[in-house]
């Protein structure tokens, strides 16, 4: 039987400026793509405010996404509107000379006006052009058109795919800056799909992260987002960046969450950053926010609400997509060895189990796992191995070491040793996670025994890009790049010599590009992100040859 998590298998606000909307334009102008802005005041009849999008890939089909707005009072959030038909179609040319597929869905305020069209029956690894259209108001008003968007299917399963490229992204908070990266990532038309690791947004108050006065353009709305209609509105916000748009309407999107999709370091019972007090039940909560994130995203939900699945792109990669938050532990203290209790878990029972499953029978050259948090382990620890542990033991530290972020895989070290364990077991090779979070790149081999590594074998590799925008170690220090981040960055590889290389200054993405032979990791910078045309530069890349379970430096990105 097919796991409905794997989706390799078929299953039945802020106006911008105009110079941010003409650089976006821009972006997909060699597509033919037109890409609307968000009108700067309301309008009588429907419109399409909030942009078109698509995701999770299949070969053949793909999620097509798009919101309504039917009257100009129905904006996100607001339970405001009437129900309107949504007509869609999808062609195989930008024209739609050729069209493959037409439907019709129903807009209700019940689902914030978001419509999303499972389309199937198409083919393979093929390219397809994709619209939205509703009746305008009055007996003889011309119909309203979507903008156009671009999509990509996957290869079929047992095709021998010669190659596979990701954009890469995480942790985008709009307060902190432009979002450049999707721009860019927009331009890049030869892309099969975008990652996005998670961080999609954030939901803090306004001037709370960053502080008020490193605010560069408010949220909305500007409290801290706790309600159905707090997340709506958050998430309605975000799809009227001119940026983000433009990526959305130039590749499918594949995307997973954190924790800011909810709140600060979110685990099942709760998170730092909410008060049942004063904010009600957790549970609640969270349900809001897991509503609101498959109403705004091009995401098919899978078992019980969670975005754990599965992508097939032939027998060259599988992509394992995890859902870190949902069935995790309460995070321990840093220094504490309850980080090493069995009972403690960072992805639940049933998800490790269906993890290890995949991984094992995966005929995939590659096996690549989408992690929300980084799964390396960081620790400093100044004792020669063979004492650090029983030490460790007898104090109650983590054997591993003192973990600096327990929100990570370091915080839930048995369930990583399981990992880990069965990949060295099973002899699964060419394992590469892809990473978030931290807001800084990494490239780093993942050791079976960090204590005594590099005499540990590696046992997969690891990949980690940047934020699009959140702060990183200059940002929240206020320091300028490579001065204090020199001497962090020289301490973490002295005392983890499995972490390769590691940049703190930056902003950006990465391009992932896969073959056969290899996997490598181009890294992308940023100039600035608090400027909306901020241009991009290559950075460093890393890649990680087939059976090797290494990560080496590459001259230069993948052209």
């Given at each position: 039987?097919?796991?409905?998590?794997?989706?390799?298998?078929?299953?039945?606000?802020?106006?911008?400026?105009?110079?941010?909307?003409?650089?976006?334009?821009?972006?997909?102008?060699?597509?033919?793509?037109?890409?609307?802005?968000?009108?700067?005041?309301?309008?009588?009849?429907?419109?399409?405010?909030?942009?078109?999008?698509?995701?999770?890939?299949?070969?053949?089909?793909?999620?097509?996404?798009?919101?309504?707005?039917?009257?100009?009072?129905?904006?996100?959030?607001?339970?405001?509107?009437?129900?309107?038909?949504?007509?869609?179609?999808?062609?195989?040319?930008?024209?739609?000379?050729?069209?493959?597929?037409?439907?019709?869905?129903?807009?209700?305020?019940?689902?914030?006006?978001?419509?999303?069209?499972?389309?199937?029956?198409?083919?393979?690894?093929?390219?397809?052009?994709?619209?939205?259209?509703?009746?305008?108001?009055?007996?003889?008003?011309?119909?309203?058109?979507?903008?156009?968007?671009?999509?990509?299917?996957?290869?079929?399963?047992?095709?021998?795919?010669?190659?596979?490229?990701?954009?890469?992204?995480?942790?985008?908070?709009?307060?902190?800056?432009?979002?450049?990266?999707?721009?860019?990532?927009?331009?890049?038309?030869?892309?099969?799909?975008?990652?996005?690791?998670?961080?999609?947004?954030?939901?803090?108050?306004?001037?709370?992260?960053?502080?008020?006065?490193?605010?560069?353009?408010?949220?909305?709305?500007?409290?801290?987002?706790?309600?159905?209609?707090?997340?709506?509105?958050?998430?309605?916000?975000?799809?009227?960046?001119?940026?983000?748009?433009?990526?959305?309407?130039?590749?499918?999107?594949?995307?997973?969450?954190?924790?800011?999709?909810?709140?600060?370091?979110?685990?099942?019972?709760?998170?730092?950053?909410?008060?049942?007090?004063?904010?009600?039940?957790?549970?609640?909560?969270?349900?809001?926010?897991?509503?609101?994130?498959?109403?705004?995203?091009?995401?098919?939900?899978?078992?019980?609400?969670?975005?754990?699945?599965?992508?097939?792109?032939?027998?060259?990669?599988?992509?394992?997509?995890?859902?870190?938050?949902?069935?995790?532990?309460?995070?321990?203290?840093t220094g504490s060895g309850e980080v090493d209790a069995p009972d403690r878990t960072i992805t639940g029972r049933a998800q490790l189990d269906w993890l290890k499953a995949g991984l094992a029978s995966s005929d995939a050259a590659w096996k690549l796992v989408g992690t929300s948090v980084m799964i390396s382990p960081v620790a400093f620890g100044s004792l020669p191995a063979h004492l650090l542990e029983p030490l460790a033991e007898l104090l109650g530290l983590p054997k591993e070491g003192i973990a600096v972020n327990v929100d990570q895989w370091?915080?839930?070290?048995?369930?990583?040793?399981?990992?880990?364990?069965?990949?060295?077991?099973?002899?699964?090779?060419?394992?590469?996670?892809?990473?978030?979070?931290?807001?800084?790149?990494?490239?780093?081999?993942?050791?079976?025994?960090?204590?005594?590594?590099?005499?540990?074998?590696?046992?997969?590799?690891?990949?980690?890009?940047?934020?699009?925008?959140?702060?990183?170690?200059?940002?929240?220090?206020?320091?300028?790049?490579?001065?204090?981040?020199?001497?962090?960055?020289?301490?973490?590889?002295?005392?983890?010599?499995?972490?390769?290389?590691?940049?703190?200054?930056?902003?950006?993405?990465?391009?992932?590009?896969?073959?056969?032979?290899?996997?490598?990791?181009?890294?992308?910078?940023?100039?600035?992100?608090?400027?909306?045309?901020?241009?991009?530069?290559?950075?460093?890349?890393?890649?990680?040859?087939?059976?090797?379970?290494?990560?080496?430096?590459?001259?230069?990105?993948?052209?």
């Amino acid at each position: 039987m097919t796991s409905r998590n794997d989706l390799s298998q078929p299953l039945g606000s802020t106006a911008p400026s105009r110079r941010t909307v003409v650089k976006a334009a821009a972006a997909t102008a060699a597509l033919g793509v037109p890409l609307a802005a968000a009108p700067a005041h309301a309008v009588e009849g429907p419109a399409f405010h909030h942009g078109v999008a698509s995701g999770d890939p299949l070969p053949d089909g793909v999620l097509l996404w798009t919101r309504v707005t039917p009257t100009p009072d129905a904006v996100p959030g607001s339970g405001k509107g009437p129900d309107v038909t949504v007509r869609w179609e999808i062609a195989e040319d930008k024209g739609f000379t050729r069209v493959v597929g037409r439907g019709g869905t129903t807009a209700r305020a019940a689902s914030d006006h978001t419509v999303k069209a499972d389309v199937r029956g198409l083919r393979p690894a093929a390219t397809y052009y994709f619209r939205f259209s509703v009746s305008g108001t009055g007996g003889d008003a011309e119909e309203v058109r979507s903008p156009v968007g671009r999509t990509r299917t996957t290869p079929a399963h047992d095709a021998a795919a010669p190659g596979v490229r990701f954009g890469v992204v995480s942790c985008a908070n709009w307060e902190a800056g432009y979002f450049s990266a999707y721009r860019h990532l927009a331009a890049r038309t030869e892309l099969d799909a975008v990652l996005h690791l998670g961080d999609y947004l954030y939901e803090y108050r306004s001037g709370e992260y960053p502080s008020a006065e490193n605010v560069v353009r408010p949220h909305e709305p500007r409290h801290e987002i706790v309600t159905l209609a707090d997340y709506r509105t958050r998430h309605g916000a975000h799809k009227t960046d001119p940026d983000a748009r433009a990526m959305h309407a130039t590749h499918p999107v594949i995307a997973m969450w954190d924790d800011h999709e909810f709140a600060d370091n979110a685990w099942s019972g709760g998170g730092v950053n909410h008060s049942p007090e004063t904010e009600g039940p957790w549970e609640r909560r969270m349900a809001a926010a897991k509503q609101a994130y498959f109403e705004w995203m091009p995401v098919r939900p899978s078992t019980e609400g969670t975005v754990y699945r599965r992508v097939r792109y032939g027998r060259l990669a599988d992509l394992h997509l995890l859902d870190l938050r949902s069935f995790r532990s309460e995070q321990a203290g840093t220094g504490s060895g309850e980080v090493d209790a069995p009972d403690r878990t960072i992805t639940g029972r049933a998800q490790l189990d269906w993890l290890k499953a995949g991984l094992a029978s995966s005929d995939a050259a590659w096996k690549l796992v989408g992690t929300s948090v980084m799964i390396s382990p960081v620790a400093f620890g100044s004792l020669p191995a063979h004492l650090l542990e029983p030490l460790a033991e007898l104090l109650g530290l983590p054997k591993e070491g003192i973990a600096v972020n327990v929100d990570q895989w370091d915080g839930y070290t048995d369930d990583r040793k399981e990992l880990i364990s069965h990949l060295r077991d099973n002899d699964i090779r060419n394992t590469v996670f892809l990473t978030g979070d931290i807001h800084m790149a990494w490239a780093n081999n993942v050791p079976v025994k960090a204590a005594t590594y590099p005499l540990s074998p590696s046992a997969a590799t690891e990949f980690v890009v940047t934020s699009v925008t959140s702060d990183n170690v200059d940002d929240m220090l206020n320091v300028a790049p490579h001065t204090v981040s020199l001497v962090a960055v020289a301490a973490v590889k002295a005392a983890n010599r499995h972490v390769r290389w590691l940049d703190m200054d930056s902003h950006g993405y990465g391009v992932l590009d896969v073959t056969a032979e290899r996997s490598q990791m181009d890294y992308y910078a940023l100039s600035d992100r608090t400027d909306p045309d901020a241009t991009s530069s290559w950075l460093r890349s890393y890649r990680t040859l087939s059976g090797t379970q290494r990560v080496e430096r590459a001259d230069a990105p993948v052209r």
